[in-house]
């Protein structure tokens, strides 16, 4: 399962046979395997065992243990959340440690379909993972972050390196600072804090100090304390964030104003019998508005009469209403304020400013994107994207796991060839042709493509060659060190 979820080849897992079929079986196994081995009730059986053994246990213990032996600097962890969507009917849950595939916030935009979430936990060097589990499709992330918090304030205590938690914004709540304060912690600051919009207020108006990164963002540094915890606040500004900013706002004015449009028709709608009662209705109904401002108020009166039909020349009115009749404008000031303070936002950390510097805060937060990336390999393969079929959530549990594996399989890989290639001052070439020094694994596949294993048996004897070695294949399976090399039957350097 670890090797078709590669992506070497774009077959489901239940296809699990014909992927095997072609393959050298004995040389990746040992003699004597048949490719209708792999078929899937030994499949779903194998997923059972791995359940009883306990998934995320079974996981930290091969990371650990790959992590040790591989030299995988595991100070900077990255923490998120993703979900994956399934379809049809599934078995109810089982147990306390089974997951519920149920409906949930659905981060894939699919609200119709049910799902399961997916907790990870990577390290920026070489995007390795080192911990998943498998959650409920309904887990919230602040319940989530807030339990493996806890957790890792225990899992720490046991090492003699500093370690520094990094996530999103859902990792700085109220709940979880107990927590927090007790961790090494980069997050961003989620801006629905107040003091998040005084902080910003102050860098916007403050003097032009602000300090250029490597990358050309622009950053100011507040030290506060907020939720009893001494931190640095970053504010970040950048060309990225300004126009996102910008087409968020946009969308935002659009939306207010059909919104206010129906909200006029309805005031438009309405009789008052004080004109005075009429504007501060329309006044009242502005003040909601955060992006709008009235332009235009007229208040047009409708007398009655008691009788019916057309009324009498000098007959006086019974009763007197008002109708307001309102315009709304769009506020650029207030538009342009927003567009220009929405694109900053604060990067916040409690980390000691003698080991870890702003710069680095900064950096390390940056490269919470590697997380997003992994989660896009796990989505990406068709294996993975197809095989959800199996009916027990038990049996989910134990895909995640696989599919966790087929990760760190692919992760140390990568970072192994990277390694090499800086070590030895060499590059490979791109999908252009042009020379790089960081490929992806997943390209380097397709560059391999072409090898084949050669059986050529007689009365006498039987031999086993490699075929479609060139230069370029040779080179890439030396990066894997002498034992991949053997394998290849060529001599490693």
Request: aromatic share 8%; charged share 25%.
């Amino acid at each position: 399962m670890i090797i078709n979820g590669l992506g070497f080849s774009n077959k489901p897992l239940s296809l699990t046979p014909l992927f095997f079929k072609n393959c050298p079986l004995s040389l990746l196994f040992h003699e004597g395997v048949k490719a209708d081995d792999f078929n899937r009730f030994k499949l779903g059986r194998v997923l059972d065992r791995c359940s009883d053994y306990g998934t995320e246990l079974f996981f930290s213990e091969i990371s650990s243990d790959v992590c040790y032996q591989e030299k995988v600097d595991t100070r900077f962890n990255n923490l998120d959340t993703t979900s994956f969507t399934v379809s049809g009917s599934y078995l109810s849950k089982a147990g306390e440690d089974i997951v519920e595939v149920t409906y949930g916030h659905s981060k894939a935009h699919r609200p119709d379909l049910k799902q399961v979430m997916l907790e990870m936990m990577i390290s920026q060097d070489g995007g390795i993972p080192l911990i998943g589990k498998a959650l409920d499709g309904n887990a919230s992330d602040n319940t989530v972050f807030k339990e493996r918090s806890e957790k890792l304030i225990e899992s720490f205590k046991e090492s003699e390196e500093i370690h520094y938690v990094i996530a999103d914004c859902k990792l700085y709540t109220k709940k979880n600072a107990v927590n927090l304060q007790k961790l090494n912690f980069i997050t961003r600051i989620p801006s629905n804090i107040k003091h998040v919009s005084t902080i910003v207020d102050q860098a916007i108006s403050g003097p032009e100090d602000w300090e250029i990164l490597t990358d050309g963002r622009k950053m100011k540094t507040f030290n506060v304390e907020h939720y009893e915890i001494k931190q640095r606040w970053h504010v970040i500004s950048s060309e990225t964030s300004r126009q996102q900013a910008i087409k968020r706002i946009n969308k935002h004015v659009t939306n207010e104003s059909e919104a206010i449009e129906k909200q006029l028709l309805h005031l438009q709608a309405k009789r008052f019998y004080c004109a005075d009662d009429a504007t501060l209705a329309a006044q009242n109904l502005a003040k909601k508005w955060k992006r709008h401002a009235i332009g235009n108020i007229n208040i047009a009166e409708h007398a009655s009469y008691e009788s019916k039909g057309r009324p009498k020349k000098d007959q006086k009115p019974s009763k007197i209403t008002y109708q307001v009749i309102v315009t709304a404008e769009q506020d650029r000031n207030k538009i342009n304020r927003l567009k220009e303070k929405e694109g900053h936002y604060i990067v916040g950390s409690n980390t000691d400013q003698e080991k870890l510097s702003d710069q680095e805060v900064v950096q390390a937060y940056k490269d919470q994107n590697k997380v997003e990336g992994r989660f896009r390999f796990l989505k990406d393969p068709l294996f993975f994207a197809s095989s959800l079929f199996v009916k027990k959530p038990n049996r989910i549990m134990a895909l995640l796991m696989v599919m966790l594996l087929s990760l760190l399989v692919y992760g140390i890989a990568e970072r192994r060839m990277r390694t090499s290639l800086k070590e030895q001052k060499e590059t490979l070439p791109n999908q252009i042709n042009q020379a790089t020094k960081t490929p992806t694994l997943r390209w380097v596949f397709q560059l391999l493509t072409g090898i084949n294993y050669l059986k050529i048996s007689t009365e006498k004897q039987t031999h086993r060659l490699i075929e479609g070695l060139t230069s370029l294949r040779k080179k890439i399976v030396s990066l894997f060190g002498s034992t991949v090399a053997k394998i290849y039957q060529f001599s490693y350097g």
